[in-house]
């Protein structure tokens, strides 16, 4: 283990490097390109024995992947934004193929208007596209992620693409002090690739085939149940890790403060370091409260967020997206947990961060306030929008 | 050993599928993977020979294969190519059915056959099509047939070809020749598709000998920066033949005809200064 002063980008790259990828195809897009630089790099100075593939796009960057991942070998890709949505074909392809490609996506705002700062609307446009989403909140789990990414999507009982989200700028441009592990370190945590999901010249395959009405169904209920078995994977990855490395990770969910509070708030990525520290600020003026950070969108922790918020008096969703017609995509996920778990607890949603716009810790705490008053609403953060559905 | 009818493969690698009666596409891919052989890997993108040859559970391949995205053969060639090498295998030769990468073979039928024969960018002038009915107004297709090979050519690949499902040994030895160079190599083989053209389906090698002997279709290769012509005929046959036992030609004017003959004088102009 050594400690280096790394950006989350850079500090992906060498969870990348430490996973060993066999084939690396990437197009680069802000603010994801220091990840695909650095990858480069690594190829050219012998530390990464790795085919660097240079495509002229996105579209090409995945399906190259899936090329590679086709015939058995480990593959990377990274985008952001644009670049996601325009490999979007590509993206329930390599999930419906069940090939285990790993993408880092730097998750950026989407034009129009055009914007390179961060939000979170790229990866959560893509939630229905099979893959496993989940969403680092600083360069030491952006880097251990990149490790334990491979270990659960390889797994055979998932075979399932993973997409590790990094805010961006916020995130892939910010140095922190990281523990990069060593090679051996790695090396005992991840096992080689191995799968009967390949091409094989000593025994032929037909792969990415067609499926008509009659069996379509069976596939698409494997797929969910290959990613819906991630769930026991990720606890099994993390339990490993922390033998490994020491650190240990907390699943699909990670709750600060939440056993007595009244009033949770659920966030995503980078942003719960803030909500952290008001919760640190209003708990010592009383208040009871506490920060449920979503790890994991696919699967989904339902359970998770129902056992931590069942005593609460109320939730709300703070998110950096929104589905134009209706509300926050979170906020909708969330419910739909609470509802399941039978908990009537008020939920309001709070769209804030967008387009990388500042989230103030004085916001924050007026979101605590607001949930005193225990409602639903749907709210544009700073710009004093409320919506109320329909 | 030159490969011929004779000497060819005798093993199929493409059977069992369910293209149409005298389908040209077909051929070209069954005879391409028995010079190929068993270690061919085939990517085919959303298109018709991946519409007919795999169909779960009937898998038509007899070798590794794999339905890439519509747009994505060369790519995802490219990613067979790199897997297979960082798992140090050597001995097996990429194969694109479509577009362009590793060794890509176009099956050229003129036209969207597997959506129900709609205009494409090789869909030749006059053409009725049905994205380009031929009415009153405007009589099929208005637009050249895109030059796929000179386009792939100045891209200076090692080997670059054109053919004919009409003539089979020339293919072959395409094919052949193809396999055993290194670097990306593009062969372009005419495949006539009878559904489409409106012939019978026991004409498709007739018609694919035909559109050569009249001057339409050519057959050449690209290697080492020059292009060589492989077969002129003596004298061009007729081409309002070629065009008017075809169902979608049967609108053509005479005046259509003398264009699309003007058109072909000056590509074999162009041929007869450039090609060797």
């Not at chain 2, 490219?78 to 897997?83: Q, Y």
């Not at chain 2, 031929?134 to 009589?139: H, L, M, P």
């Not at chain 2, 050519?153 to 055993?180: C, Q």
């Amino acid at each position: 283990m050594a400690k280096k002063f790394l950006s989350g980008n850079e500090a992906f790259a060498y969870g990348v490097r430490l996973a060993r990828p066999q084939v690396i195809s990437a197009y680069p897009i802000t603010p994801q390109t220091i990840v695909v630089e650095k990858l480069s790099e690594f190829v050219e100075d012998g530390s990464l024995n790795a085919e660097f593939i240079h495509v002229e796009s996105e579209h090409s960057a995945l399906s190259c992947a899936m090329g590679a991942s086709s015939v058995g070998a480990r593959a990377f890709t990274a985008t952001s934004s644009q670049g996601l949505l325009y490999m979007a074909e590509c993206l329930p392809y390599a999930a419906g193929g069940r090939f285990p490609i790993v993408m880092m996506n730097a998750n950026r705002s989407t034009a129009l208007p055009w914007n390179i700062y961060g939000d979170q609307r790229d990866s959560i446009s893509q939630l229905d596209s099979g893959w496993i989403q989940a969403y680092a909140c600083n360069a030491q789990e952006a880097l251990d992620l990149a490790l334990m990414s491979f270990y659960i999507a390889e797994h055979k009982d998932v075979s399932t693409p993973f997409m590790a989200n990094l805010d961006g700028f916020v995130l892939t441009h910010t140095y922190e002090v990281v523990d990069v592990p060593t090679a051996e370190q790695a090396d005992a945590f991840l096992p080689k690739y191995q799968t009967d999901n390949k091409m094989d010249l000593q025994k032929p395959r037909n792969l990415a085939f067609s499926a008509g009405p009659d069996t379509n169904t069976y596939f698409k209920y494997r797929e969910h149940l290959g990613i819906l078995n991630a769930y026991k994977i990720i606890d099994e990855a993390e339990e490993r890790f922390a033998k490994i490395f020491g650190r240990r990770y907390t699943g699909l969910t990670e709750s600060y403060r939440t056993e007595d509070a009244d009033y949770i708030l659920i966030t995503l990525g980078s942003l719960s370091g803030l909500v952290r520290e008001v919760v640190d600020e209003l708990r010592k003026e009383g208040s009871r409260v506490g920060l449920l950070r979503l790890r994991y969108l696919r699967p989904f922790p339902n359970e998770e967020i129902a056992a931590t918020v069942k005593n609460a008096k109320a939730v709300a969703v703070l998110e950096k997206d929104i589905s134009f017609g209706n509300e926050g995509t979170v906020y909708t996920n969330v419910n739909s947990a609470l509802q399941k778990a039978k908990l009537r607890i008020p939920s309001s949603d709070y769209i804030g961060g967008l387009g990388g716009r500042n989230i103030s810790k004085e916001e924050i705490k007026i979101i605590f306030d607001e949930l005193e008053q225990q409602q639903s609403t749907v709210k544009f953060l700073g710009i004093g929008g409320e919506t109320n559905g329909n | 050993m030159a490969i011929n009818a004779k000497t060819l493969n005798e093993t199929e690698f493409f059977y069992g599928h369910k293209a149409c009666a005298g389908c040209g596409g077909s051929l070209a891919v069954r005879i391409a993977l028995k010079v190929l052989g068993e270690n061919a890997v085939a990517v085919l993108p959303a298109g018709c020979m991946s519409a007919v040859g795999f169909n779960f559970p009937q898998l038509c391949f007899g070798n590794n294969a794999i339905i890439s995205t519509f747009a994505g053969t060369a790519s995802m060639l490219t990613g067979v190519e790199a897997g297979l090498r960082a798992q140090g295998i050597t001995d097996f030769h990429a194969v694109g059915f479509a577009g362009d990468g590793g060794t890509a073979i176009c099956y050229d039928n003129e036209a969207y056959m597997n959506t129900g024969i709609q205009k494409s960018s090789l869909t030749p002038f006059g053409a009725r099509t049905t994205t380009t009915p031929a009415g009153k107004n405007i009589r099929g297709n208005l637009r050249p047939k895109k030059n796929l090979f000179e386009i792939v050519a100045a891209h200076g690949i090692p080997y670059a070809a054109t053919a004919s499902v009409g003539y089979l040994n020339d293919f072959m030895r395409k094919v052949e020749k193809a396999k055993n160079i290194r670097g990306t190599k593009y062969i372009h083989v005419l495949a006539p598709c009878p559904t489409g053209w409106g012939v019978k389906t026991d004409e498709t090698v007739e018609i694919a000998k035909e559109v050569v002997d009249c001057g339409l279709w050519y057959l050449a290769e690209y290697e080492n920066g020059e292009f060589t012509l492989n077969r002129r005929p003596k004298e061009f046959s007729d081409v309002s033949a070629y065009l008017r036992r075809q169902s979608r030609f049967k609108h053509l004017t005479d005046e259509d005809i003398e264009i699309i003959t003007r058109s072909r004088d000056e590509k074999w102009e162009f041929i007869n200064q450039n090609f060797k």
